[in-house]
Nanobody
Framework: QTQFVESGGGLVPPGGSLRLSCAVS????????MGWYRQALGKQRELVAH???????YYIDSVKGRFTISRDNDNSRVFLQMDNLKTEDSAVYYC??????????WGKGTRVTVPL
């Protein structure tokens, strides 16, 4: 069973924007904090941002002021608005719950490429 379906990635020039979307299986969505993760080539997957069920948010320092995470609780979706993209943001982006609540089965992710 597919738990997470990420979409919205693409090729965008530096300074550009993308909006990622993640459709989450309703049975694992509420009332959990949801996160966006990314994995760059040759690097470990890292948590980029997360959002609680009541929309309290957290961002890693490198994306603060550029990325905005949001969620639609009625439709079990999580979004990541990415503005002023940089080359170092290039990665495959995934969504999942956070911490010990992470689901073992990850989605396929969506690739974001910001060329030099």
């Amino acid at each position: 069973q597919t738990q997470f379906v990420e979409s919205g990635g693409g090729l965008v020039p530096p300074g550009g924007s993308l909006r990622l979307s993640c459709a989450v299986s309703p049975s694992i969505f509420k009332p959990h904090t949801m996160g966006w993760y990314r994995q760059a080539l040759g690097k470990q997957r890292e948590l980029v941002a997360h959002i609680s069920y009541i929309s309290t948010t957290y961002y890693i320092d490198s994306v603060k002021g550029r990325f905005t995470i949001s969620r639609d609780n009625d439709n079990s979706r999580v979004f990541l608005q990415m503005d002023n993209l940089k080359t170092e943001d290039s990665a495959v982006y995934y969504c999942n719950r956070i911490g010990n609540n992470k689901v073992n089965s990850w989605g396929k992710g969506t690739r974001v490429t910001v060329p030099l």
